[in-house]
């Protein structure tokens, strides 16, 4: 199933039933789970750990040094999990000493042209659309979509189920369960679309749209809204996550439509 124009370094470990097109390389130390299928042209180079059924379209480079000036060298990694499909020109770049290692989760799609960089944690389940840019530190949650040709900036954090318009510029941190648009990047309503389709009953769904009419809808600035929350709503597994994410960022949230709160 490997193409004998293909280059694999014998240091490498290639499970079984998997497809590897002419004219790809495969590095060092390089892991691929059974039953992926990797293009033609595709470099995969040192340090790479591919889960099973994977994906893997032309032109892809996974495991590229960082684009970090203070990289020195040190040996870091680049996971990729189950399930995972990476389409043409997707690049991931290897962690820092920062944290060691990029990471994407199962059942991905990143779509072509974007790029995720150095110490990067992406969730399960989470779509990228094409010619999306991640820098570097970036944590993304579980069942986010991303809008195509949209931007995060370092250390940004979005939270699950999250829902990204195209082409937006995102500067703070997007607490879960929500959707962001326009320019600046905004609230825009709960994601309720793609939390019934991942089975959230109306009653929660609801409890979630109360936590974000006090967060970004009753005048309140935020630690306002949330000693609100904690003193009028029972906790709940969703309610302790959304206060839990506000109080961990220390960037600050998106603001909600034509709002100047601090």
């Known amino acids: 199933m490997i193409h004998q124009l293909t280059a694999v370094d014998p240091r490498a470990k290639i499970g079984k039933n998997v497809t590897i097109e002419p004219f790809t390389t495969i590095g060092a130390n390089v892991t691929v789970g059974s039953d992926t299928w990797i293009g033609p042209n595709v470099t995969i180079m040192e340090n790479v750990k591919i889960g099973k059924n994977c994906k893997i379209f032309p032109g892809t480079v996974i495991g590229a040094v960082p684009q970090d000036l203070k990289f020195d060298g040190e040996d870091t990694q680049v996971i990729i999990g189950d399930g995972t499909t990476l389409r043409e020109c997707v690049t991931i770049n290897r962690g820092t000493k920062a944290l060691g290692y990029t990471k994407i989760g199962n059942n991905c799609l990143i779509m072509a042209t974007s790029h995720v960089a150095h110490d990067c944690i992406v969730g399960?389940?989470?779509?990228?659309?094409?010619?999306?840019?991640?820098?570097?530190?970036?944590?993304?949650?579980?069942?986010?979509?991303?809008?195509?040709?949209?931007?995060?900036?370092?250390?940004?954090?979005?939270?699950?189920?999250?829902?990204?318009?195209?082409?937006?510029?995102?500067?703070?941190?997007?607490?879960?369960?929500?959707?962001?648009?326009?320019?600046?990047?905004?609230?825009?309503?709960?994601?309720?679309?793609?939390?019934?389709?991942?089975?959230?009953?109306?009653?929660?769904?609801?409890?979630?749209?109360?936590?974000?009419?006090?967060?970004?809808?009753?005048?309140?600035?935020?630690?306002?809204?949330?000693?609100?929350?904690?003193?009028?709503?029972?906790?709940?597994?969703?309610?302790?996550?959304?206060?839990?994410?506000?109080?961990?960022?220390?960037?600050?949230?998106?603001?909600?439509?034509?709002?100047?709160?601090?």
């Open 124 to 262: 399960d389940n989470v779509i990228i659309a094409n010619g999306c840019g991640i820098a570097g530190h970036v944590e993304i949650g579980d069942f986010v979509v991303m809008g195509g040709l949209s931007a995060v900036q370092q250390f940004g954090k979005i939270g699950k189920h999250v829902m990204i318009s195209g082409g937006s510029l995102i500067r703070k941190d997007i607490p879960p369960y929500v959707k962001v648009a326009r320019e600046p990047i905004s609230y825009a309503g709960i994601n309720s679309v793609g939390l019934r389709r991942r089975g959230f009953t109306n009653d929660k769904i609801f409890e979630i749209q109360k936590i974000y009419r006090a967060i970004f809808q009753m005048k309140m600035n935020t630690t306002q809204a949330i000693e609100f929350i904690e003193k009028e709503m029972l906790p709940t597994v969703e309610r302790d996550e959304i206060i839990q994410f506000i109080q961990n960022s220390p960037r600050g949230i998106v603001k909600g439509y034509g709002s100047n709160k601090e």
